[in-house]
């Protein structure tokens, strides 16, 4: 016996809305904010590095400023006031090893606005280039064309040499880098940094 083309237009309509719906519910899902934690680098995205503290947490703009040991209490004072300016939410930071002497990092701040982040972060580039030519280091910077609007440097002086790469997606700044001994047989390669921001991107991005 045949169905009612009327009845089967119906069973479709209610079909296709249910998976409609179900899309959209997979969609929301894919599209969940992370927590701070879960926007670090994870296992495997930086070849060879392992987690090697745990995580720390800075829930204000002086806290974390004042983990820097170098500034004066004049430029903390600075620093505190335009990160307050911006938004300032919070911060996560974790550090990773590969053997005995080469290290990594990674950290990710949350600011008030996407335009507060892309500020943050041309700030943020500007005071490592002034501070490490200063004291010696040969400062090269480079674009990351995997990544709208990343930047990065290499540094090398005083017998260390390092790689680093910033990055935005909406409110969060994101920095991953990694340090080494210029006397190192086997350092991390700038390609295989870059692989791990890219890595890293793809999975905060809109999240």
């Given at each position: 016996m045949s169905v009612p083309w009327r009845l089967m237009r119906s069973k479709l309509t209610v079909i296709v809305a249910v998976v409609g719906a179900s899309l959209v519910l997979l969609q929301v899902a894919a599209a969940a904010p992370l927590p701070l934690p879960a926007r670090l680098l994870q296992a495997g995205e930086l070849s060879g590095f392992h987690a090697d503290q745990g995580i720390a947490r800075y829930g204000t703009a002086a806290l974390w400023v004042q983990a820097d040991p170098t500034l004066t209490p004049a430029q903390r004072t600075a620093e505190v006031a335009r990160l307050r300016r911006e938004g300032?939410?919070?911060?996560?930071?974790?550090?990773?090893?590969?053997?005995?002497?080469?290290?990594?990092?990674?950290?990710v701040m949350q600011l008030g606005s996407a335009a507060a982040a892309r500020a943050e972060l041309a700030t943020t580039f500007d005071t490592f280039k002034v501070r490490d030519v200063a004291m010696g280091a040969a400062f090269t910077p480079y674009t990351v064309a995997a990544i709208p609007g990343a930047r990065g440097f290499g540094l090398r002086g005083g017998g260390q040499a390092g790689e680093n790469v910033f990055f935005t997606d909406g409110p969060f700044l994101y920095l991953v880098g990694v340090g080494w001994p210029t006397s190192a047989a086997k350092p991390p390669t700038r390609a295989a940094l870059i692989a791990a921001a890219t890595k890293l991107h793809a999975r905060v991005r809109g999240r």
């Open positions: 300032f939410k919070g911060l996560a930071q974790r550090f990773y090893a590969h053997g005995s002497t080469q290290e990594a990092v990674s950290w």
